[in-house]
């Protein structure tokens, strides 16, 4: 293991640059295919390769394997190196439960190799689609140029592409210069989720951008911007550095705080490269059925699915699960089958999904959660 | 056998009575809990019963095993029988393939030991639901007595609950009498389906019944009728009966009739015994649903399934299907789940499901048909 890391310490590039992907999320949206212990990141929605394994996928041209670290649960690591196994088992920061996204990010930067922590970090969750990867790159390229430049917080801000209300907003502000083409601006200000007219006013602005989680810093700045902005939580990931074997205690005792309350809307100065490259965060079986490929009527189907004067409809039908799942004559449904569990829902109403989980809790169902 | 066909002949009663009992349908209505080697009649579509066994159990009382025969094809028998254990194997009438009624009731009838022709026949379908068993015996003997006095040709007419299209009627004519307080009435006419305003009309008139396909007759008056109405398919069976080794031949070129068209619609002089005991013919999903328990919202649910914040719906779970069919804020859906499909149709359009079966042959998936 010294000599291991010896090695690797040997080889890491000047400056350094690191990716964590943040893979400890514990969502429910998908169910039924999502359950505890097989959340949203380790699903393949449109194929054969999982979120997880598409989000590393898509950084490997500019950041692979050996420069890449997996945030996530301790339940999760498991099948989080059993679906990557091209990252070594070290390069994992784990959490003994999930918590939220300051202490996930905190710890993960703090564990990182010191020669790392002062290099360049690349933070992103697991669990986000892209259908241009090069154009996801080239973004992601300026905002590692502009911190290693400028030592700047920068936040990749996706351009909206319709009024959408389940996400946070970053407004812009001046421009920050670029680099290789790609602009850079201040953020003035994070917004909070719009309400219906609020989101049409900033997607016809111009002026906002989607929050799309996705952040670049020197790890060693955002640790500094940490202990000053949120203390106990860096005293706590310190005490936890300094004492490993107290992990798994000290670390249920940190503030639950995100990364956008705990940091990012603090700072003074914030920079962000706008990301055009049909980007999509998930958040519901809608959300992926506008991704999928669709029939002239509208109807995607992933699997065995078949839709006989059916409209607008998403079918899936997880290959474990045997035979059609046949759609007739209904419209803007979300049908989903896995080998053992079946839901029907409105499309504007899939997001709901935790409601039926909440009901299946409580019949004492918990061998389909 | 020479011996148990003696004993059997032995014990008949004097005036013999015998119920056949039609199980050779093919109906694909009930897909995709019903197959092409599994119709709606080997179903249990509300318990442990299946519509076979629950026609067997609803006639013991009146008329039990050892004076039941099953008329079925050559591809269904195995099952049936597996499905009654008391019927003897040699008490069933075989079909070569389905043809239509007519041949099926000729031949069945023909096929009874000669002092059961004499004797008083009940033929009734064995795919029905009726939900009064006493009502349905008491209707169905005051018919047996009609017959044993006057050798009239009797069918069973359902009172109308509601101005259905789907079903042909029997228009009332005089009284002919009736037994232990049951009415007994001359059929004026047999009338096919009707659309929306005549079956309103007739619905209001109180002067139709819904012609439920259930005959009681003497054996050798059916048989003299099918001679001189369908002498063709009579010199068929016939022909069948002096050679049994050609049935499998002479079977397929029966003429393809129904019993109504064949014979009751045109007998000069035939009775009708009104019956009101929660009659069906289960010929959809949507039927079915009408008749199993709801929940508050409307929803009837057979099997593990679970409905939140919807209507009206049909969550139909086969028992060989691991885990639960789960629906959130959908309305009058029938949703059905079997371990090898998935069906989900809006009520109304349930019985449109032989389009989806269509279209499943046009893909080369007689797998799941």
Same mark, same amino acid.
């Given at each position: 293991v010294a000599e291991a890391a010896a090695s690797r310490s040997r080889r890491v590039p000047s400056p350094a640059l690191t990716a964590i992907v943040l893979a400890g999320g514990s969502g429910t949206r998908f169910w039924p295919l999502s359950r505890r212990h097989r959340p949203k990141q380790f699903l393949a $929605?449109?194929?054969?390769?999982?979120? !997880? *394994? &598409?989000?590393?996928?898509? !950084? &490997?041209?500019?950041?692979?394997?050996?420069?890449?670290? #997996?945030?996530?649960?301790?339940? $999760?690591?498991?099948?989080? !190196?059993? *679906?990557?196994?091209?990252?070594?088992?070290? *390069?994992?920061? !784990?959490?003994?439960?999930?918590?939220?996204?300051?202490?996930?990010?905190?710890?993960?930067?703090? =564990?990182?190799?010191?020669?790392?922590?002062?290099?360049v970090v690349v933070v992103l969750p697991a669990d986000h689609r892209v259908a241009d990867p090069p154009a996801f790159r080239r973004a992601l390229e300026a905002a590692i140029e502009a911190v290693r430049a400028e030592d700047l917080v920068v936040t990749l801000g996706v351009v909206p592409r319709w009024?959408?209300?389940?996400?946070?907003?970053?407004?812009?502000?001046?421009?920050?210069?670029?680099?290789?083409?790609?602009?850079l601006r201040r953020v003035s200000r994070?917004?909070?989720?719009?309400?219906?007219?609020?989101?049409?006013?900033?997607?016809? =602005?111009?002026?906002?951008?989607?929050?799309?989680?996705?952040?670049?810093?020197?790890?060693?700045? $955002?640790?500094?911007?940490?202990?000053?902005?949120?203390?106990?939580?860096?005293?706590? #990931?310190?005490?936890?550095?300094?004492?490993?074997?107290?992990?798994?205690?000290?670390?249920?005792?940190?503030? =639950?705080?995100? #990364?956008?309350?705990a940091v990012m809307e603090r700072l003074r100065r914030i920079g962000t490269v706008p990301l055009d490259c049909g980007w999509s965060d998930l958040g519901s079986w809608a959300a992926l059925s506008e991704v999928l490929p669709?029939?002239?009527?509208?109807?995607?189907?992933?699997?065995?699915?078949?839709?006989?004067?059916?409209?607008?409809?998403?079918?899936? =039908?997880?290959?474990? &699960?045997?035979?059609?799942?046949a759609v007739l004559g209904v419209r803007d449904l979300v049908v989903v089958r896995t080998a053992d569990a079946v839901l029907v829902a409105p499309k504007a109403r899939s997001q709901e999904v935790r409601r039926l989980l909440a009901e299946l809790e409580s019949r004492g169902r918990r061998d389909v959660l």
């Open positions: $929605l449109e194929g054969e390769r999982t979120l !997880l *394994q &598409s989000t590393v996928d898509r !950084l &490997s041209p500019l950041i692979a394997a050996p420069d890449l670290w #997996i945030s996530t649960t301790v339940d $999760l690591a498991a099948e989080a !190196l059993r *679906q990557l196994p091209e990252v070594p088992a070290e *390069q994992t920061a !784990l959490e003994p439960a999930g918590r939220n996204t300051a202490p996930a990010i905190g710890w993960a930067v703090r =564990s990182l190799p010191a020669e790392r922590r002062r290099g009024a959408e209300t389940g996400y946070g907003y970053l407004k812009l502000g001046a421009e920050l210069g670029g680099h290789r083409g790609v602009e994070f917004v909070e989720k719009p309400d219906r007219k609020a989101a049409q006013r900033y997607h016809r =602005s111009g002026a906002y951008l989607w929050n799309a989680g996705i952040f670049v810093f020197r790890g060693a700045t $955002l640790l500094r911007h940490l202990k000053r902005l949120e203390p106990a939580l860096a005293q706590g #990931i310190e005490a936890m550095a300094r004492e490993p074997g107290r992990v798994g205690e000290l670390y249920p005792g940190l503030p =639950s705080i995100s #990364i956008d309350h669709h029939d002239p009527a509208g109807n995607a189907t992933m699997g065995d699915g078949i839709a006989v004067d059916a409209e607008r409809n998403l079918i899936f =039908s997880d290959p474990a &699960s045997a035979g059609p799942t």
